[in-house]
């Protein structure tokens, strides 16, 4: 009996070891990218309802202009059921582990190399995580771009609001879509892959403050934490909650632009607002023209509840990951940086 107790003692022993050293076989990046991208995944996934409802508003979907967080979700309720608090979130899920796992892994990438070559004339503070920030960002918004398309244009579109099967506001006018896969195909027909990058101007100019803010903000505020509450997790969601709230706040304009681009081929030209954004800064003007300066601000209540559990979470859990699949700390990332 004792015998057969160790022996499965060493078996699971061995497996552990065999499991740690293929973990340690893993370069850094790679490392860093299972854990954004975990991150991310987990995080989208935990806010996909209000981020439904966020689109929603964001866009005038007709039926949800003066509602409420909760009156959209009692009425997401009603007529979509569970399902439809996540619809979209496949694509959203799709696009965010690509996305958070190239947003955090080359945001390290992208710190040690400005430390490594500009140190002097840039020093090693929060200046350096705003650039690499903002690098970061742009490289992951323009290698995931299409699917965060694809998620919009899913979470638009609401079922058996006028008659059943027809998209919300559209009396069986509004052409639906059955998938991600529907989405791209449709959408290259319409104007080639050029198409498939409508709103990306505003995204990218959104994105680069928002993410550079994001990271300065959230390991500024971890650097004021004394020593002996820096692995608090509380703490760490409380940094990461900040960070996302003031990102959010400067930003959100461009984010509304980028949304009503990416929907405008669906809504009718002819209505009383119809119009059609060709850039950032003239999207900027016409939804103030035409829909009123609050437009630009349509669903920032509902983006602050959405943002603290979600910019909290990722961040949280991304360090936490880094924890678990040993990526070394940051002193020692950096003197390695060049052989990362």
Same mark, same amino acid.
């Given at each position: ?64 202009? /003066? ?103 559209? /009396? ?65 969601? /409380? ?61 920032? /209540? ?39």
């Amino acid at each position: 009996m004792g015998s057969s107790q160790e022996s499965t003692f060493s078996s699971a022993s061995a497996a552990a070891q065999v499991n740690a050293s293929a973990l340690d076989l893993l370069p850094v990046y790679a490392k860093e990218l299972i854990a954004g991208g975990a991150a991310g995944a987990f995080a989208k996934t935990a806010v996909a309802p209000l981020e439904r409802v966020k689109i929603l508003l964001q866009t005038r979907t007709e039926g949800f202009q /003066s509602l409420g967080i909760l009156q959209s979700l009692r009425k997401l309720w009603q007529y979509e059921g569970v399902r439809g608090f996540y619809k979209g979130n496949g694509a959203s899920v799709l696009r965010i582990v690509p996305y958070a796992a190239l947003h955090y892994m080359t945001y390290e990438q992208y710190r040690c190399w400005i430390l490594n070559n500009f140190a002097p004339s840039v020093g090693s503070g929060p200046v350096v995580d705003l650039l690499a920030g903002s690098a970061a960002g742009g490289t992951a918004v323009l290698c995931t771009y299409p699917l965060d398309l694809a998620r919009t244009k899913l979470a638009y579109q609401v079922s058996n609001v006028r008659q059943p099967g027809s998209a919300l506001g559209n /009396s069986g006018q509004q052409q639906t879509y059955n998938g991600i896969k529907d989405v791209f195909k449709t959408v290259y027909k319409e104007g080639g892959a050029r198409s498939l990058y409508r709103g990306v101007g505003p995204t990218l100019i959104g994105i680069l403050p928002y993410a550079g803010l994001k990271f300065y903000i959230y390991e500024d505020l971890k650097s004021r934490v004394p020593e002996d509450y820096k692995k608090s997790v509380i703490l760490k969601l /409380s940094c990461g909650a900040l960070a996302g709230l003031f990102g959010q706040t400067l930003t959100y304009p461009l984010d509304v632009v980028r949304r009503q681009m990416q929907v405008q081929s669906k809504q009718p030209q002819n209505s009383s607002d119809g119009f059609r954004i060709r850039g950032t800064f003239q999207g900027l003007l016409l939804i103030i023209r035409c829909q009123g300066w609050r437009q630009l601000f349509a669903g920032l /209540s509902l983006n602050y509840v959405k943002v603290v559990p979600s910019v909290a979470i990722g961040f949280t859990t991304y360090d936490m990951m880094k924890t678990l699949l040993g990526v070394p700390p940051r002193e020692r990332a950096h003197a390695s940086g060049a052989n990362k």
